[in-house]
Structure formats: C-alpha cells, structure tokens
C-alpha cells in the first residue's frame, strides 16, 4: 500500500500569487496545473505531491486585512528526504524580506 502524508497551511496570500511565487520551483520539478490552478501535480521518479489551494479568504489583524488561503500539501510514496527537500525548496518561493 502506497504511503500518504499530508501537510496543511494557511497562508496569506491570493492564489495569483501563489502561483507566481511558485516559478522557481520548476528549477527543481515540473509540474502541471489543473482545476484553472487550485490543484498543482508534481511528479518525478523520487516525489509525488499534490497541492491544493482552498478557497481565498481574508484574515484581520487589528486594521489590517490580508488575504488567507489554506494549502494542502500531500506527499505520496516519496521518502522522508526527498519531502524535506521539497518543502526546503518550496519554502524559500514564499520567503519575504522585510526592511
């Protein structure tokens, strides 16, 4: 039986630019979209993950409103280090730096 584990988030930010933020990931996997973008494939010969955005939202913050959207990320029969990789890479696409 083919092992599944799944990682959610909530992240703010619009599925535009998720997407956007996503680019330099083809560096490392291709990918496809599907479902006009809310569902991202990717599969190679060491990973298989699947993300899907849920639906975009708002969260408030005192005055301050920004966007929120929940993302699946689900691994399916990749090893413990090929995952770790993947998120390492797939977080450095939304790291902001501030000033």
Known sequence: MERSTAV???????HAEFL????PLRQHYRY???EGGKRIVISDRR???EISLG????SELGALK???TRVA???RGSDSS?????RSRFDLCFRRGGG
Not at 20 to 23: D, F, I, V
Not at 55 to 58: K, P, T
Not at 82 to 86: D, G, P, Q, S, T
């Open 82 to 86: 090929e995952m770790e990789r993947f």
């Open 55 to 58: 639906a975009e939202g708002e």
């Open 8 to 14: 959610f988030r909530i992240m703010s930010i619009t």
């Open 32 to 34: 496809r979209l599907e």
């Open 47 to 49: 990973l298989s993950v």
């Open 20 to 23: 956007r933020s996503l680019q």
């Open 66 to 68: 920004m966007p929120s």
């Open 73 to 75: 990320l689900i691994f």
